[in-house]
């Protein structure tokens, strides 16, 4: 089940958010829901940190963040502008093609992705909670994600979920 939630981090570092919940479903037994994040931000974001916290109502619970990946991603963007034009070239006489120049970019963002593993007493927490919301760090900047009222909906709706297709 893919997550949509509102980031907030001070130094607007994070950009992009993308989140997807899991879990097995295998001989009639469900395992651990587990929440895969991917942040995309400025070539200033750094590599996230073990640590990340979940906050059910208002009780908050430190997790793990397992399987952490940060890469630098490079897009080189190459657009065709109008050229500098001399005087009395091209003036809208019809003359020739009107000459352009070929203008590159380079833009560099980080991508850093990692995976929380819910205990069932967290599950449990979600299922009856009225808020939701994770933190995590990179570095020394904290990133907060905020899960809306119809996502934390879902969220309970696929943790109640025995591997029947919802209609």
Do not use: C, W
Not at 4 to 27: L, R
């Amino acid at each position: 089940m893919d997550h949509e939630a509102k980031i907030d981090n001070p130094n607007k570092s994070v950009y992009s958010y993308g989140g997807q919940y899991a879990k097995e479903i295998k001989n009639g037994v469900i395992s651990q829901i587990t929440l895969i994040i991917r942040l995309q931000g400025s070539e200033n974001l750094a590599a996230l940190g073990p640590e990340a916290y979940i906050k059910v109502d208002r009780k908050s619970t430190k997790l793990l963040l397992a399987d952490l990946y940060y890469s630098a991603n490079q897009v080189t963007v190459r657009t065709q502008v109008p050229a500098t034009m001399a005087p009395g070239i091209g003036f809208g006489y019809g003359y020739g093609t009107v000459p352009t120049a070929t203008r590159t970019s380079t833009l560099t963002s980080n991508i850093l992705s990692g995976k929380l593993t819910f205990t069932k007493e967290i599950e449990n927490d979600i299922l009856s909670a009225k808020s939701l919301q994770f933190r995590l760090y990179s570095t020394n900047d904290a990133i907060d994600l905020f899960v809306s009222d119809s996502q934390l909906e879902n969220i309970q709706k696929f943790i109640k979920n025995r591997g029947e297709v919802l209609k």
